[in-house]
């Protein structure tokens, strides 16, 4: 579910399983008329098993006007998943009834800037680069921070700072199911204008910080902010 700031309008997606294979939908409308509201978009994925999430939503006065989603495995079964599994990014105009494709299907989304003008994403690919990739979606501009050495499981969780010029994500490293101290996560800020990660604190110095015996995973939290 996704929803517009001091505005009653939500964006939210729905499944159902036919025949093991699942169908869902996309919903955008007033909270007003949201409990009548059609689906504007639907998928029925057979090969991937992906369902539409929605991500974000802007208003058009006061109705819904485009709506971010990208699409989302639900069930991964055999597997320690660390960080979310997407694939690609695109924007619904329910104006027009155009979809935009902001990112690639090739792509596993990680986060969206607060105006949404920037996306984190990383290789879908289980083989691929996992490192973070900071994408302009307005310019195209393409931004990479290189994994830590040690984060030999990839990143994800990508949030972006209000003044958007910062990102922030997770990295880790190590299995969760061997505990510590084999499984190590860390946060790393990197600056968009220059590509470079300026911060970082893992999981390690955070406990002996907190006097705590382990942290499992941390994430950075939407609405923060940098100054230059």
């Known amino acids: 579910m996704a929803g517009v700031a001091e505005e009653p309008i939500l964006a939210f997606s729905d ?9 869902s939908y996309l919903f955008a409308d007033s909270l007003s008329t949201l409990g009548s ?21 802007e208003a058009s006065g006061s109705q819904a006007g485009k709506v971010w989603f990208t699409n989302s495995a639900w069930e991964l079964s055999g597997e320690e998943r660390l960080f ?4 690609g990014l695109y924007i619904f105009d329910l104006e027009t009834d155009q979809n935009i494709q902001a990112l690639g299907a090739e792509r ?7 105006d949404r003008s920037y996306a984190g994403s990383t290789s879908i690919d289980l083989k691929g680069d996992h490192s973070m990739r900071v994408t302009n979606l307005l310019t ?44 190590t996560t860390r946060i790393r800020i990197g600056n968009i204008e220059t590509g470079a990660v300026i911060r970082e604190l893992d999981s390690s110095f955070a406990s002996e910080t907190l006097n705590w015996e382990w ?14």
């Open 84 to 87: 979310p599994t997407n694939s």
């Open 37 to 57: 509201s059609k689906p504007f978009f639907e998928m029925i994925d057979a090969k991937m098993q992906m369902v539409l999430m929605p991500i974000a939503v």
């Open 108 to 114: 596993n989304f990680q986060g969206l800037s607060p």
């Open 140 to 183: 195209g501009r393409i931004i990479e921070f290189p994994l830590d050495p040690a984060s030999n499981r990839g990143a994800g969780y990508t949030v972006f700072s209000i003044d958007g010029f910062y990102a922030a994500w997770v990295e880790s490293s190590g299995s969760l199911n061997s505990g510590p101290p084999e499984f």
């Open 215 to 228: 942290i499992s995973l941390m994430r950075p939290e939407d609405g923060w902010t940098r100054g230059r």
């Open 15 to 23: 499944m159902v399983l036919e025949n093991s294979i699942p169908h």
